[in-house]
């Protein structure tokens, strides 16, 4: 086990009803001037809009309003987003959506102390010296960016789509209420089923040593994911319970726990990214996607970690096999799984332009060799790709 820190302060507030407690929350927290940050039309037709708009006035705090959020969210709005809370002082973001919406509020919130273009942070050009608080009600269990210090913005200018890491992009609360889930279409809970597998599994292929138990702490969300997205997408429809349980996964996957005590890699969530960046691929079908040819390209390198993963999460029986054919019996399973909740799990199930594998692979390498179990340098990141095919 490596030596690590941990500390994590988010408040999690779970349960039915909860989102009518934004506003008390907010107030606890100092705030005075909202700005509240929102996608599409959804939270208007469900009347979620409308009982965290109650929240607010009923606590007589004045807010401003942004919405359009799009999946991969664009870092144009996240400059609008500044110029709105620097015009009209705002001291609080309530972000009201899934991981696109509190992705694009976190930047939002360290770009507005900060003179320099926001993106300068993607860069790598700058460090947030202050952040605007921000506070979520979640409705998409996925991302887990309502507990986590990551925000990841696509530049549509330059087609890229980056991450940034910032203790200051840590919510001051979270608000869960898996009700609000219970409109979602199935193929967004099958993409944040994966999203939520992808968090777990870039923590639990690691070359570090002696982590049993975050090992089966892995092991044991990844297991009530599948469980209870299959049963969901059995259904045909979304059920409380289920949603619970995902919606919960969600945030422990992605608020650091997980990793404590290993490295982890990441290196896959590279490839999906220029997959979203240039071809507009919802994140969750890119990880599908790109996980299981990853995990071909490298399972050799730990193949006792693979045979593991296969035996404890898939159930497979080793008897009469040889290690690598119980890795790659995980691996089958893994695939069979997002195929059995209607994901792709090949380019060649998505409009990808191929002849762009090279452009993506220059990409996801500029900035030097990605992942820890292996790295990837762009000669290996093109045969993963093209493993994906």
């Known amino acids: 086990m490596e030596d690590f820190v941990f500390q994590n302060t988010a408040k999690i507030i779970f349960g039915k009803e909860t989102e009518k407690k934004a506003g008390s929350e907010i107030k606890k927290f100092g705030g005075k001037k909202v700005l509240l940050h929102y996608g599409g039309g959804s939270i208007k037709k469900t009347g979620l809009y409308d009982r965290v708009i109650s929240s607010l006035r009923e606590n007589g705090l004045d807010f401003i309003e942004l919405g359009g959020v799009l999946p991969n969210p664009f870092v144009s709005l996240v400059r609008k987003g500044i110029r709105l809370c620097k015009e009209n002082k705002v001291d609080f973001i309530l972000a009201v959506g899934g991981g696109s919406v509190i992705d694009s509020a976190k930047a939002i919130s360290i770009g507005c102390n900060y003179e320099g273009d926001v993106w300068d942070f993607f860069e790598g050009k700058a460090e947030p010296e202050a952040a605007v608080p921000i506070g979520v009600v979640l409705t998409i269990p996925a991302a887990g960016s309502e507990s986590s210090v990551v925000t990841v913005i696509t530049n549509e200018d330059l087609l890229i789509k980056r991450g940034y890491h910032s203790d200051a992009l840590l919510p001051k609360f979270a608000i869960l209420n898996p009700e609000l889930t219970m409109t979602l279409p199935l193929f967004q ?69 997980l990793g404590t005590g290993r490295k982890e890699d990441w290196a896959t969530h590279k490839f999906g990214h220029e997959l979203s960046a240039l071809f507009g691929i919802t994140h969750g079908a890119s990880l599908s996607i790109m996980f299981p040819a990853w995990m071909k390209y490298v399972y050799m390198k730990n193949l006792d970690l693979f045979v593991q993963f296969a035996e404890r999460v898939f159930s497979v029986n080793p008897e009469g096999l040889k290690k690598e054919k119980i890795a790659l019996k995980g691996i089958e399973c893994l695939e069979k799984f997002y195929i059995k909740v209607g994901l792709p799990t090949r380019l060649s199930e998505t409009e990808v332009d191929l002849s762009k594998i090279d452009e993506m692979a220059e990409k996801i390498v500029s900035r030097g060799p990605v992942g820890n179990l292996v790295k990837i340098e762009k000669a290996d990141a093109i045969k993963i790709y093209r493993l994906a095919i």
């Open 189 to 257: 809970i099958a993409c944040g089923a994966s999203d939520i597998i992808a968090h777990t599994l870039e923590r639990y292929f690691t070359p570090t040593k002696n982590r049993d138990l975050t090992d089966r702490l892995c092991e044991g969300l990844m297991m009530s994911v599948i469980k209870n997205a299959e049963f969901v997408l059995s259904k045909g429809k979304p059920d409380y319970d289920s949603m619970a349980e995902l919606m919960w996964a969600s945030t422990i996957a992605h608020n650091g726990i």
